[in-house]
Each structure stands twice: as C-alpha cells, then as structure tokens.
C-alpha cells in the first residue's frame, strides 16, 4: 500500500505471506494455486507502480515530456540538397588574431619564452610594455627600488654602509678566516701583499666550508659571481636566473643580504672595472653599470631592431642590432682596454661596442649557432677566443674584422679563424689565462682543456692541448661549469658533480701539467656550485648554485 500524503516520503506495507504455502488437504487444485498467487503479486506490484498498468503510466509520461521538449526547440534547418554546408571553423584557423599582449619570443620545442604585457580591456586602455620586456625604458635603476616604499630609505642606508669600503685600496690585507658564501670559501693568510700561486692552493686545500656561511642570497639559480675589488672586506654580489642582483656582507655578524633587480632575465655575467663600477650583462639584452658609491644601476648599452616601434631608439647605439625572435646577449665582459664591451649572441655575433665614441664598430656573424663565450689576449689584444653550441673554439684577428654599418641592414665582414679546437659536444666556455699562456675550455664531451700558447697556433690546436677528463653533465636544472681563471696566476676553479659535493681548483706540477689540487668541501658545501670566482687580493673562492 502507498501512503501519498507525503511527496518525499513512501510507505510501503509488507506482502502478506499468508497462503504461499500449497495446501492439498483444502481442495484447491495445484493450477489454482499458482493462477492464485501470480494474480496476488500482480495486485501488489500495481498498488506500488510497478506493474503493467504503472509501467504504462510511466511511459506515457515520458513520451509527453519528449512531446513538449520538441515542440519547445527550435525547428531544425536541414540542408538543402545538392548545396554544402560551410563547416565551423575557429578563429585561430580563419586567420583571425586576438591583441592579448603577448608574443612568442622563441619557442625551441621544449620550452616557450613568451614577451608581452597583458592588455585589460576593461580599463579602456592597454599599458604600455617596455621593449623586450625589460625592466623599463632604460632609465637608472637604484639597489633600494626592488624594496616597499617603507623600507627603501633604510635599505638606501643599509648599501651605503655596506659599499662603503668596496673601492680599490693599497691597505694592508687583514688576516682572513676559514669561511664561505654559499660556499664563500676563505682561507687563512699571513697580512701583507698579495698572496702567491702555492700559498692560494695550500690554503684553499685545508679550507673546510662552514655551515653558517651557506646562504641564500638571491630567488632563483645563480648564474654569475664576483667578488669585490677590496682588501678590507668580503663582498659578494650574485645574479640570478631572473635578473635579480644578490649582494652579500661578509663583515655583518647577521649576514646582511640585499638585492636589486636591474634586468627582467639571467645575468649571464658582473665584473668589477677599475672605475669600481660593476658591469652587469643580462639575456634581455641590455648592459648596465652599477656604481658602488650610489648604488644607480645606469644602462650603457641595449638591442633594439628595425622594426616600427624601435624608430624612437633609432639614434642609440644599439639600434639594428636585435634580431627579433630568439635574440639575446648570451655573454658579455670588459675589453682588456676598458674602454669597451665584448658580447656574444644567441645568433652566433660577436659585438665590440666602444664607450669612449658611444658606437658599435664591430657586429660579426662567427658561428651558426649560440655563442656561450669570448675571452681576449692579455697580452696580444687582436686575438679573441670564441666558443659555444657549434662544438669548436675559434680564434680570430680582430684587425680582419669589417666595420659594421648601423644603416646596412647586415653583419659585419668575419675572417676565417686562424686557429680552431673542435670538440664533440658543446662549449660552455673558453678563457684565456692571466699569462696568456693557456687557453682554458670547459666541454659538454666531459673535458677541461688547456691549450699552451693558443694566440701562437695556426689551424688545429687539438695538438697543444692538455685534456683532463672530467664530468660537465650538469643537466637541464643546474647552470652549466665554466671553468675560470684567477685574476693574477695560472690557477683555475670549476665546480664538480663528485660527492660529497665539493669545489675544484687546479694547479701546474712540475712537468707543466695541470691537475686539481685542492678540494674545497665541508657542511656548507651542500649543492653542486655551478659558477666559481677567486678575489683579486685574498685568498677567498666564491661558488654559487
């Protein structure tokens, strides 16, 4: 039995079992009995909806719902014979663009790198983005700007202290401590001049890194460290993977760490000039100074192409020099003269721009592929060494170059190289030593390479090599080594894949050859230090990760 009363609610009264059992002795004929009970459970099935008469009313109902569904749509437009139909295609098919804001800078199969700024339709009107996604038109960036307004002022303050003493100076050298910087390697020294070659490697060789002085100094991976050009303290400054510029106090008990942000992308490369200005390179393509007393970031140098929007830089120095999509600095340091800049570009340029004239005069194609690095001859300034994805190192004549015409559309005239260095996998760099005696390479085929008196050789230099075997398999989430000089002696650092993690510096035996001497590890060495530095003065090491 159903109980209506309720909408949500049913009752159902149980079956009554009496009589399902057959009985003879009644009368009633077996036949009797089954017609009997099939008539009963039908009875029960209608009274609950379930049966004939219920499955009828149901299915009514539903043919009345799909009555009312059709008589509700709209009438269907049947083709008409013999005529076809166009077929709906989107927008992106039809050729039809959406202004977003955004434009695929490279796209290498992997990865994408997209520029652009998003354009909000509802305020009416676009912001307007700078060129290259660049930090800002190319006006003076200050340390303390990266900083909320309310804590710029001390910030201000906090540099100024701190960059005080970072100037160049004949002072006596204090005696330094066993430290490091993530890992800031310092080993202990008698004060007075500049330490000699063995007694650098001796101490770094008992130096063990301590925890404390592993420190997290910049957001993003570290591509690029120097050391500033002070005996007084240890000053550390740090690029990153996203522009960010980490400083680093050595003299504050606290470990005082600042930063500023002077390029939106890596900074592929800092270095001090004699000026105690410090030359940032960054893979938006732009080239700023920062000088220490003020702490100003001042753009010296950016890339701007051909196209319309890049007329208004059209007196700048930089102006033809972008490429377009998939164009950036990939390095860029100091000429031995100070008085320039060498570059490299993703393209495969070499750039020479002069600060003295504010004019490039040199923008040549000397690879199809990405060039990672340059070095120029300490001594013999016409020779530059070049190197990167084409798996070679090239040496050329920078007297043979041709001049580059700002308005000629084209790259300036490249020579043959007069000497080469084939390897099979790619260079991450190539640099040629204080001395000039040793061109040092450091190799995706897993080999540190040390040709004696490069700038001398003429066609392979693979002969006047010294391979040593070592492991430059970094993979995709580390920066990759490059293999560096000290300032003044024939020694070099690199990092290493070895466990425990540890920091590599190699020196000359007695027959010549080069071999790692000193192995700089401890608890603070906790990461593979991709990027390494020595000071100028000290015997201090710098590895960052």
Not at 433 to 445: N, R
Not at 459 to 468: L, P, R
Request: charged share 25%; net charge positive; aromatic share 8%.
């Amino acid at each position: 039995m159903v109980n209506n009363s309720s909408p949500t609610s049913v009752e159902i009264s149980p079956l009554s079992m009496e009589g399902l059992t057959y009985d003879a002795s009644t009368g009633e004929s077996y036949n009797d009995f089954v017609e009997r009970k099939r008539k009963r459970n039908s009875d029960y099935l209608n009274s609950l909806g379930f049966g004939s008469s219920g499955v009828s009313k149901m299915q009514q109902d539903i043919n009345n719902a799909r009555a009312r569904k059709l008589a509700n749509s709209k009438q269907r437009v049947r083709p008409v014979k013999g005529v076809r139909q166009p077929s709906r295609r989107s927008g992106r098919l039809q050729g039809e663009t959406v202004d977003t804001g955004f434009y695929v800078k490279n796209d290498t199969g992997r990865k994408i790198e997209v520029n652009g700024v998003l354009n909000d339709k509802d305020e009416g009107e676009s912001p307007v983005g700078f060129y290259d996604n660049r930090i800002n038109d190319g006006s003076d960036v200050t340390v303390w700007e990266a900083y909320e307004k309310d804590d710029q002022e001390g910030v201000k303050e906090s540099f100024l202290e701190m960059l005080s003493t970072c100037l160049p100076d004949t002072t006596e050298k204090p005696s330094a401590k066993k430290k490091s910087k993530s890992s800031t390697s310092k080993s202990s020294t008698s004060t007075g001049a500049t330490p000699t070659m063995d007694s650098i490697v001796s101490n770094l060789a008992s130096c063990s890194v301590s925890l404390d002085y592993n420190l997290k100094v910049t957001p993003e991976k570290i591509y690029s460290v120097a050391l500033a050009p002070t005996s007084q303290k240890v000053v550390a400054f740090v690029g990153d993977a996203n522009g960010n510029l980490g400083i680093y106090d050595s003299s504050k008990e606290e470990h005082e760490v600042l930063y500023s942000r002077p390029h939106t992308r890596v900074i592929t490369h800092l270095d001090f000039g004699d000026d105690n200005k410090l030359l940032t390179v960054g893979y938006d393509s732009t080239v700023r100074i920062m000088d220490a007393e003020t702490g100003v970031h001042s753009q010296i140098l950016a890339s701007y192409g051909y196209e319309e929007v890049c007329k208004k830089w059209s007196s700048e120095p930089g102006y033809g020099l972008d490429e377009g999509e998939g164009y950036w600095w990939q390095y860029g340091t100091w000429d031995r003269s100070r008085n320039g800049l060498w570059l490299t570009t993703s393209t495969g340029n070499l750039i020479h721009y002069d600060t003295r004239s504010g004019k490039v005069g040199l923008n040549a194609n000397v690879s199809a592929k990405k060039v990672n690095c340059m070095s120029q001859h300490p001594t013999n300034n016409n020779v530059v060494a070049v190197g990167g994805l084409d798996r070679e190192v090239k040496l050329f004549d920078v007297r043979k170059f041709g001049k580059w015409n700002q308005k000629s559309k084209k790259t300036s005239k490249a020579p043959k190289p007069f000497a080469t260095h084939a390897f099979a996998g790619s260079i991450n760099s190539t640099f040629f030593s204080p001395s000039g005696s040793y061109l040092l390479t450091t190799s995706t085929a897993n080999v540190l390479s040390l040709t004696t008196d490069a700038h001398k050789c003429k066609g392979d230099m693979s002969k006047a090599s010294q391979i040593i075997s070592h492991n430059n398999q970094t993979g995709r989430y580390l920066a990759t080594f490059m293999a560096r000089w000290h300032p003044s002696h024939d020694i070099f650092t690199v990092g290493s894949m070895n466990k425990p993690r540890q920091i590599e510096v190699f020196g000359k035996e007695g027959k010549g050859k080069f071999k790692c001497q000193a192995r700089i590890r401890g608890d603070g060495v906790s990461a593979v230090c991709s990027r390494n530095a020595f000071h100028d003065t000290l015997p201090v090491l710098i590895g960052g990760s």
